[in-house]
């Protein structure tokens, strides 16, 4: 194909994604065989605020060893993995786990988020109460770099604070799973943790592959040893002048008897609600609710049905003259304008409409603007060709028996596909039963989600002696 030719498409092509509302710039790459290897999209800040806040985030250097996830249409996070951040919002959003039994937030409510994680509570909270300020702690750094980023990125008044809660002030041990953040804690025990994952995990579809769910479980708890500061309640209520606290939220995986002992007598009555997860551990959980009750609050506590192999319980308390109402029959919204999977989904229609016979990009990336760090007009980066060997093609016939045959594109996401920890083990299962064991290690599905990278490490791995021989 002449230049011209190639020129001319390439110039339809960027004319027609210029035209999205969303898209305030964009540059397109074609190669020689009429492919359009990629196309690089400059977000409009005022039809897509999130995306542009995320794009001028990443190139100030902001995201660091976080990644952008997007577990939802128009949800867009950062996070420490993917797998952990699609729990995080169906647990808080989609299933509104802490507002229930007439916890609701007043406007303006004042929101003390314990064990923050990535933050997304303190987005929920933040969205259920507007006006809310959320003082988010969180002990572990890159989890509290997330929350703060996730702060900024969505508008959210957060005071960050980094360090845990306990009964007095000093240091302690702190385990932290980079694999598992959310069952992060100073009581971690990796034996116990190890079975209440297994339990979690055994209580879906597909859970009965032993050997492959033992080692995603054993993948997902590697550990990390830590020190963190740690603090009182009271101390942080005095240190910040909060004169109430209308929702205390409580996440902190073995630690919640310790974040209540740290609670003056003088701080107890300016709690009006307390959402927390209880692990029922040598009659804890009745412990807490008699407690909770002689403080003057009525208490509720439910257990997941996915927990039930586990210890632990969510508990709900209230002061009767707090304000209370029904939960949501929603959950409440992101408005900030399509996100990357949103925007490329729409840009595929547009190109299909407008363009009929022209290849679209294989892949869409977001970028604060076209120009590099010299002047010049940035081209995207062409994205390889997918793996072709043997190895990768019995890796797209277990994709396409998982996913369909549609989803067999190197882009194709794991996780925006519907993939989750179940899933995982099932595929690891195929591919070890036709591979041999070690073909492919289990944390590459979490970190290298997409069907490129896998059939990448796939076809890359030991050669195969078949099961027979193993």
């Known amino acids: 194909m002449n230049d011209s030719a190639g020129s001319s498409r ?7 994604l210029r035209s999205h509302p969303a898209v305030a710039d964009a540059a397109v790459v074609t190669a020689e065989d009429g492919r359009c290897p990629s196309a690089r999209i400059v977000p409009d800040p005022d039809a897509a605020p999130v995306l542009h806040r995320s794009a001028v985030l990443e190139a100030a250097g902001r995201l660091g060893g976080l990644a952008w996830h997007e577990p939802a249409a128009g949800v867009r996070v950062a996070g420490v993995n993917r797998g952990e951040t699609d729990f995080l919002y169906r ?42 300020g959320v003082i988010a702690v969180e002990p572990v750094g890159e989890l509290a770099d997330a929350v703060a980023l996730n702060a900024e990125l969505h508008g959210v008044d957060a005071t960050v604070l980094r360090v845990a809660l306990g009964r007095a002030d000093g240091e302690t041990a702190f385990t932290f799973y980079p694999r598992n953040s959310v069952m992060s804690g100073r009581f971690a025990d990796a034996a116990e943790d190890f079975d209440v994952l297994k339990g979690y995990l055994r209580t879906g579809r597909d859970a009965g592959r032993g050997a492959q769910l033992d080692r995603l479980v054993a993948d997902r708890m590697r550990a990390e040893p830590r ?60 412990a807490v609710l008699g407690q909770l009750r002689s403080r003057g609050f009525e208490v509720a506590h439910e257990q997941d049905p996915r927990l039930l192999l586990t210890p632990c319980h969510n508990v709900y308390a209230r002061r009767p003259a707090a304000e209370a109402g029904p ?44 120009v590099t ?28 028996g998982l996913f369909g045959a549609e989803a067999v594109r190197q882009d194709a996401d794991f ?5 989750d920890s179940l899933t995982a083990v099932r595929m690891l299962a195929e591919i070890e039963a036709e591979l041999g064991e070690g073909a492919l290690t289990p944390d590459l599905i979490f970190t290298e989600s997409t069907f490129g990278a896998l059939a990448a490490a796939v076809e890359a791995g030991p050669l195969p002696g078949g099961p027979a021989e193993r």
């Open 415 to 419: 996780f925006d596909l519907g993939g």
């Open 327 to 370: 939960s949501p029959e929603a959950p409440p919204a992101f408005h900030g304008g399509p996100v990357e999977r949103d925007l490329e989904a729409e840009l595929r229609e547009l190109i299909a409409r407008r363009l009929p016979t022209a290849v679209p990009p294989d892949r869409f990336t977001v970028a604060a603007d076209l």
């Open 10 to 16: 390439q110039h339809a092509l960027t004319e027609v």
């Open 91 to 132: 647990e808080i959003f989609t299933e509104n786990a802490y507002f229930r039994h007439g916890i609701t937030l007043p406007r303006g409510a004042v929101v003390v988020d314990v064990g923050a994680n990535i933050g997304m509570f303190t987005l929920a909270a933040a969205l259920h109460g507007p006006g809310a």
């Open 373 to 400: 760090v010299d002047g010049r007009t940035a081209a995207p980066a062409a994205v390889p060709d997918p793996a072709g060997g043997p190895r990768a093609a019995a890796l797209a016939r277990i994709w396409a």
């Open 227 to 286: 020190r963190v500061p740690v603090t009182t309640l009271t101390g942080v209520a005095d240190g910040l002048g909060l004169r109430r606290i209308d929702l205390l939220k409580i996440d902190v995986e073995k630690a919640e008897a310790e974040v209540l002992e740290g609670i003056g007598d003088a701080l107890w009555p300016r709690i009006d609600r307390i959402v927390m997860e209880v692990h029922d551990i040598g009659g804890r959980l009745g």
